[in-house]
Structures are given as structure tokens and as C-alpha cells.
T-cell receptor, first 113, second 112 residues
Framework: DTGVSQNPRHKITKRGQNVTFRCDPI?????LYWYRQTLGQGPEFLTY????????KSRLLSDRFSAERPKGSFSTLEIQRTEQGDSAMYLC???????????FGPGTRLLVL | RKEVEQDPGPFNVPEGATVAFNCTYS??????FFWYRQDCRKEPKLLMS???SGNEDGRFTAQLNRASQYISLLIRDSKLSDSATYLC?????????????FGRGTQLTVWP
């Protein structure tokens, strides 16, 4: 499968725990995005990478959230001290330089108890 | 005010019906426009791009009215497999970052 992959697909955690998600974009796609989607809403932008540089962060990304893309390939999104309000689907998307279409991964569904 | 506003529906239509979805966007500087489709508990997938001249892909027709900041999607001869949530998406002009602004989606159910 040469699409965007995300792991894990599901995560259940207790409030206060830290969680980390991984995204592997399509090969040669140097643009990588993270979005969050809650029930009944469209995805909302969280952050953007061009290669290894994190170029934009949404106000939704509180201090408890951190994202990295150390080698310009895969990316990780970490949430520290999770809260129940963090429960959502976390989507990763990638696109090639000059391209218009973002291709989404299957998402990681997080439930914070 | 949200960047993109959509009627969430739900729309429940019989097979073979024609159904239309609309959305409005607030930023006149918006540059690119799309419709994405999202199946239940799945990721969004690009359905089609939207141009001022309008574009058609089989049973699907998308229109953009820049003056009214209005986007539409028309589905003719609905199939059961069209049941999904349809997301209206815009990208700001001059945004080299390409971040997408999504509407909340319009839910469609096609029944036999």
C-alpha cells in the first residue's frame, strides 16, 4: 500500500496519560499536515510540515501538543497529559510540492477516559 | 464566523433522485475549492475540484460562484453507494501552506 499510513488506528487512554501517534506520508510527498476531527464536525487544521520544518501551528495546538518530522519523512504527534476533550480522530495528510490534492491517512481514533 | 458553512442535513433520498448540497465561505481571498467525501469512520477522500466555469464528473456537477462566495454539488441519479458525508473545502489565496478549511459536512443517505 503506497498511501498515507497512520498508527495506531485506535487508542484508548486514561486522562493524564501521554500518547503518541505516527504518520507515514506518501513517498516523495514533502508536505505533511495534521488535522483533528470531532464528531459531527469537519477536520480542523493542527499543524503543517514542509520537509522537516514545522511552518505553521494552529491555535488548537496547545502546549500539551507537540509534533515532529525529524527526517522529513514520517511524523509524530504527541499529546501530553491527555484530557477528555482530546478525544477525536487525528488525521494526517500529505501532498507533493506543487500538487493541489492532499491525501489523507485512515486516522487515529483517540478516546480519553 | 466559521470559514466554511454547510447545511449538515441529513438528506435522505431514494435511489435515482437528484440532490444538491450547498456551502458558503467567508474569505473572499479563498483560492481553491473542493468537495471531499467521507464514509462513516473513514478518512476524507477527494471527490472533485470546483472551478468557476463549473465541472462535471459523471453524475456529479460542482459549481462555484465567487461573487456570492457559494459552492454547490449536484448528484444526479443517486446510488446507494453515494451514501456518505460530503465535505466542502476551501484553500486561501496565496497560501503556500495549502491548509484546508472544511465545512462540517452534509450527510446523505440514499435508500432503496
Amino acid at each position: 500500500d503506497t498511501g498515507v499510513s497512520q498508527n495506531p488506528r485506535h487508542k484508548i487512554t486514561k486522562r493524564g496519560q501521554n500518547v503518541t501517534f505516527r504518520c507515514d506520508p506518501i513517498s516523495e510527498h514533502n508536505r505533511l499536515y495534521w488535522y483533528r476531527q470531532t464528531l459531527g464536525q469537519g477536520p480542523e487544521f493542527l499543524t503543517y510540515f514542509q520537509n522537516e520544518a514545522q511552518l505553521e501551528k494552529s491555535r488548537l495546538l496547545s502546549d500539551r501538543f507537540s509534533a515532529e518530522r525529524p527526517k522529513g519523512s514520517f511524523s509524530t504527534l504527541e499529546i501530553q497529559r491527555t484530557e477528555q476533550g482530546d478525544s477525536a480522530m487525528y488525521l494526517c495528510a500529505s501532498r507533493e510540492s506543487g500538487g493541489e490534492t492532499q491525501y489523507f491517512g485512515p486516522g487515529t481514533r483517540l478516546l480519553v477516559l | 464566523r466559521k470559514e466554511v458553512e454547510q447545511d449538515p442535513g441529513p438528506f435522505n433520498v431514494p435511489e435515482g433522485a437528484t440532490v444538491a448540497f450547498n456551502c458558503t465561505y467567508s474569505n473572499s481571498a479563498s483560492q481553491s475549492f473542493f468537495w471531499y467525501r467521507q464514509d462513516c469512520r473513514k478518512e476524507p477522500k477527494l471527490l472533485m475540484s470546483v472551478y468557476s466555469s463549473g465541472n462535471e464528473d459523471g453524475r456529479f456537477t460542482a459549481q462555484l460562484n465567487r461573487a456570492s462566495q457559494y459552492i454547490s454539488l449536484l448528484i444526479r441519479d443517486s446510488k446507494l453507494s453515494d451514501s456518505a458525508t460530503y465535505l466542502c473545502v476551501v484553500v486561501d489565496r496565496g497560501s503556500t501552506l495549502g491548509r484546508l478549511y472544511f465545512g462540517r459536512g452534509t450527510q446523505l443517505t440514499v435508500w432503496p
